[in-house]
């Protein structure tokens, strides 16, 4: 009886000992296991960009452009803001002097589709616009989403607040407009977008507005960019055109 003891104490250490081995090896191999590094987190994308044109002689111009955009993407959620300013002389006389600003924020609800709200400013003293407001809620949807190219169109109810001309005035409107990117490299892309938005009550009057611009890096953070910017009134103030166009070129710098 008292070796049957002794062999079931034996028993008894040697299980007691074989599991606190396997638990020491088990903590020494996860300890010296490397520690998986956390996803990194979005960050905001943000660009400066600025413009000069002199002329002396025959003719004295000036035209100054800056602006600065910035966006963000989380995986539900995207976020863009932009504010842009043009100043242009000729002999001496103002002849461009516009200022406007932008903030859009989209909520994903399935990996193309979204809704989201835009907001737009602008002051356009040449063409008699003391200021204009949009409020556009929206739908979108992504017809193309990857890497390196991104097409997609959005539309809903606007809302435009404007002082044109002297004349105060507000209406409805209904907003389409569609944004189209493409990368060709780390180096090179290409954008264009566009949007209308006539008002519901009378579809003869209405505001259209189109952006093309190619940017292409000369360094990591500097880049050189042209942009074509039409906008069009179809009915601006009194002694007005209907349609301004604007070409840009300057130097671009990405934080």
Same mark, same amino acid.
Request: proline share 4%.
């Given at each position: 009886?008292? *070796?049957?003891?002794?062999? $079931? ?24 296991? /490397?520690?998986?590094? /956390? ?7 943000? $660009? ?16 100054? *452009? ?14 863009? $803001? =932009?504010? *842009? ?8 006389? +103002? ?20 809704? =989201? $709200?835009?907001?737009?400013?602008? +002051? %356009? ?31 809903? /109810? ?30 090179? +892309? ?21 952006? @093309? =611009? ?9 880049? @050189?960019?042209?942009?074509?910017? %039409? ?7 009194? =002694?007005?055109?209907? *349609? %301004? ?8 710098? +990405?934080?």
């Amino acid at each position: 009886m008292k *070796n049957r003891s002794t062999r $079931l104490a034996i028993t008894q250490f040697v299980v007691i000992c074989t599991g606190l081995a396997a638990t020491v090896a088990v903590m020494a191999q996860n300890a010296a296991a /490397p520690l998986t590094p /956390p996803a990194p987190q979005p960050a905001w994308e943000t $660009l400066a960009s600025a413009g000069l044109t002199l002329t002396k002689g025959n003719s004295d111009t000036m035209l100054a *452009n800056v602006g600065v955009t910035t966006s963000k993407k989380w995986t539900a959620n995207e976020i863009g $803001l =932009g504010a *842009n300013m043009t100043y242009g002389e000729a002999s001496g006389v +103002k002849n461009v002097n516009n200022y406007n600003a932008y903030g859009q924020y989209n909520r994903l609800f399935s990996e193309r589709f979204y809704g =989201g $709200l835009k907001l737009t400013g602008l +002051k %356009d003293d040449i063409a008699n616009i003391d200021y204009r407001f949009t409020v556009s809620p929206l739908a979108g949807y992504y017809f193309l989403k990857s890497a390196t190219t991104q097409l997609s169109a959005e539309a809903g /109810p606007s809302y435009v607040i404007e002082d044109l001309g002297g004349v105060s005035r507000s209406y409805m409107g209904l907003r389409v407009g569609e944004r189209f990117e493409h990368k060709f490299s780390d180096a090179a +892309k290409l954008w264009q977008t566009a949007e209308f938005i006539p008002q519901v009550d009378r579809l003869s009057q209405y505001l259209f507005n189109f952006e @093309l =611009g190619v940017d292409s890096a000369i360094t990591k953070q500097v880049s @050189l960019r042209a942009v074509l910017q %039409d906008n069009y009134n179809s009915q601006p103030a009194l =002694g007005r055109k209907a *349609n %301004d166009l604007r070409l840009i070129t300057g130097v671009a710098y +990405k934080f």
